[in-house]
C-alpha cells in the first residue's frame, strides 16, 4: 500500500515549485523551503543556490537554518543548486572554505544534494516523494545484471593454452570450429586477428612433447 506524502511549500518559492511538484499547500513554512510530511515523519529541505549558501555561510545564518531543521523535522536535507563557477564576489580561498563546510555538514549534519537548476531540484523532489511514498528511503537495493553469454566448455578449454584469454579464444573457436581442425592449422598463418607472438605460444605449446614428470620427494623415511 502506498502511502500519501504532503507536500508543502514555503510562500516565497517560485510558485513554480508548488505547479510542479503539485502541492498540497503553500504557505510560510517556520523552517526549510519544502516539507514533506508522512505518517509522523517529516522531511524539512533547505534550498539555496550557490550564492545564496555563500551569503548565508559567510553570515552564519545558514547554521541557524540547519539547526532549526534537524530540531523541528525528523530528515533534514540541503539542496545547493547551480553551478559553483556562478558565485560572483568569491576569491579561490572563500569557494575552497565554503566547499569544506558543505563537506562537513554532509558528514556530521545531513545529507547536501548538489543539483543543476531549479528544473534538477524539482525532479529531485518528486523521486524523493515517490520513494517516500513507496517506502523505500533508506534502503540500498543492488540491481542485479543479467549477462547473456556465448562462452561454453570448448572456450574454457582454449584459455587453458598460455597466452590465450576470452578474446584471443573467441576469435580461435569461431575461426577453426574443432579442436582437431585447430591442430591440423598450426601449420598455417595465424588467423586474422591473433597477433605472431600468440600464435607462435600456441604452436610451442600444442606441438611439444608430453614428458613423464619425475615425482618429487619431500621427505623420505630412514
Not at 513554480?16 to 529541505?45: H, K, Q, Y
Not at 563557477?85 to 547536501?112: H, I, T, W
Amino acid at each position: 500500500m502506498m502511502r500519501e506524502v504532503l507536500t508543502t511549500v514555503d510562500v516565497n518559492e517560485d510558485f513554480w515549485f508548488s505547479s510542479t511538484l503539485d502541492a498540497n499547500d503553500t504557505t510560510r513554512l517556520p523552517e526549510g523551503d519544502f516539507r514533506l510530511e508522512t505518517e509522523g515523519e517529516v522531511w524539512g529541505i533547505e534550498r539555496k543556490t550557490w550564492g545564496d549558501a555563500l551569503s548565508s555561510w559567510k553570515s552564519k545564518r545558514i547554521e541557524d537554518q540547519l539547526s532549526r531543521l534537524i530540531v523541528n523535522c525528523t530528515h533534514a536535507i540541503l539542496i545547493i543548486e547551480g553551478n559553483p563557477d556562478r558565485m560572483y564576489g568569491a576569491d579561490k580561498q572563500q569557494r575552497r572554505n565554503l566547499r569544506q563546510f558543505l563537506n562537513r555538514m554532509s558528514l556530521e549534519v545531513c545529507p547536501v544534494v548538489y543539483t543543476d537548476s531549479k528544473e534538477d531540484t524539482a525532479a529531485y523532489l518528486l523521486h524523493l516523494r515517490k520513494r517516500i511514498e513507496h517506502e523505500q528511503v533508506g534502503f540500498l537495493v543492488r540491481k542485479v545484471t543479467v549477462v547473456n553469454s556465448t562462452r561454453n566448455r570448448h572456450h574454457a578449454l582454449l584459455e587453458s593454452i598460455p597466452k590465450v584469454g576470452r578474446s584471443t579464444a573467441k576469435k580461435l573457436y569461431e575461426h577453426f570450429g574443432s579442436i582437431t581442425a585447430l591442430v591440423k592449422g598450426l601449420e598455417g598463418e595465424a588467423p586474422e586477428g591473433i597477433g605472431m607472438k600468440t600464435w607462435e605460444a600456441i604452436i610451442t605449446f600444442l606441438s611439444e612433447e608430453w614428458k613423464p614428470t619425475e615425482r618429487e620427494i619431500i621427505y623420505e623415511a630412514s
